[in-house]
Each structure stands twice: as structure tokens, then as C-alpha cells.
T-cell receptor, first 112, second 107 residues
């Protein structure tokens, strides 16, 4: 079984809709991250969490919110989706000892 | 100035050659450096990590770090068509990634 899973894998939604992307991990890592990837722009950090009670904004947090429900679960919400949030979204985890990040398979989100 | 910069490429090398990928970073306090490989439509996969100046070798891959010059590089020896992918440089202090270098290995 995959160590980092994301649901859904693909989602098409309409402008103005609220949408939640979910991430679960079995690696036992405390640190979790959400990134978005656009063609030619690499990975951009949206939010990160170092433990259940710790939430931090990344480079591009506007329009997004997160919830850390448990050590293993980290959800990303788009309160009112807009077309320029169409992107590939990745969840990642890391161990604080080495900071190596392990990525989920990604969620391809399209906002019409 | 971006925190992490890479040449976007594309970089093409013949099969069996050495591919050289480079990355520069702006935060002198950075301590951890990583190279990830990403196939089209897939998630990034960690291939090398390096924490101190010098070279680190793992199979056909060698990472090189020079903190004084603020660059990190990745060498891929005996390049194979299966190495064709985008390679992302990452600096962990602020979790910044470069935009990636696209590598094509020509059979």
C-alpha cells in the first residue's frame, strides 16, 4: 500500500464551489505539506504543518485553507474555487531528522 | 531573485553519456539539499540528499554541494533512456523547489 495517499485523484468543479482535497499517510511523519504545481512554475508551497497543533502559511496560501485532523491526515480546502486554481496538487510528508519529503500521487484539479 | 534556480533546459544527452544538472540557491543558511526526479504526470521521487560540502555518490548518481558558492549539482553517469524526466532541486530550510530541468536521454 502507498505510504502517502490523496483523494480524489481527479476532480472537475465549477467556479465558486467549495472543494476539499484529502491526504493520509502511514509513514508516521509529523510534518506534512501541500504544494501546487503549474506547468513551468515548479512546486509552490501552499501550507505546511509540523504537528497537529501547528499550521503555517506557505508562498501561495491566499484562497486556500487547511485542517490537520490527526498526525496522519492533512486536508486542503478551496473555499470558493476559481479557474486559476486549476493545477496539480501534491501532499508530502517528511521526517524532521532529515527533511526528505515523500509525495503522494497528486490530485489533478480543474476549475471551470 | 528566486530562492532556488535551475536551468529549465531541455537538456539532451546521448545514451551512456554523463548528464550534468545544476542548481543555485539564495539562502546562505540552508542546510539540506535534495534532488527529486519527476516523470510526466507523476509525483516527485527523492533520488539524492546531501547535507555537507563535497560529493555524495549513490550508484550512477553523484550530488555535489558547494555552500561557499551556493550551488548544488547532480551528475548522472551512463545515462539511460529511463532517466528522461524532469529533475527538481530542493532546499529544505524554506521548502523551496526549483522549476526543474527537463532531461532527455537519446537512445
Amino acid at each position: 500500500d502507498a505510504d502517502v495517499t490523496q483523494t480524489p485523484r481527479n476532480r472537475i468543479t465549477k467556479t465558486g464551489k467549495r472543494i476539499m482535497l484529502e491526504c493520509s499517510q502511514t509513514k508516521g511523519h509529523d510534518r506534512m505539506y501541500w504544494y501546487r504545481q503549474d506547468p513551468g512554475l515548479g512546486l509552490q508551497l501552499i501550507y505546511y504543518s509540523f504537528d497537529v497543533k501547528d499550521i503555517n502559511k506557505g508562498e501561495i496560501s491566499d484562497g486556500y485553507s487547511v485542517s490537520r485532523q490527526a498526525q496522519a491526515k492533512f486536508s486542503l480546502s478551496l473555499e470558493s474555487a476559481i479557474p486559476n486554481q486549476t493545477a496539480l496538487y501534491f501532499c508530502a510528508t517528511s521526517d524532521p531528522a532529515y527533511n526528505e519529503q515523500f509525495f503522494g500521487p497528486g490530485t489533478r484539479l480543474t476549475v471551470l | 531573485q528566486k530562492e532556488v534556480e535551475q536551468n529549465s533546459g531541455p537538456l539532451s544527452v546521448p545514451e551512456g553519456a554523463i548528464a550534468s544538472l545544476n542548481c543555485t540557491y539564495s539562502d546562505r543558511g540552508s542546510q539540506s539539499f535534495f534532488w527529486y526526479r519527476q516523470y510526466s504526470g507523476k509525483s516527485p521521487e527523492l533520488i539524492m540528499s546531501i547535507y555537507s560540502n563535497g560529493d555524495k555518490e549513490d550508484g550512477r548518481f553523484t550530488a555535489q554541494l558547494n555552500k561557499a558558492s551556493q550551488y548544488v549539482s547532480l551528475l548522472i553517469r551512463d545515462s539511460q533512456p529511463s532517466d528522461s524526466a524532469t529533475y527538481l532541486c530542493a532546499v529544505s530550510n524554506q521548502f523551496y523547489f526549483g522549476t526543474g530541468t527537463s532531461l532527455t536521454v537519446i537512445p
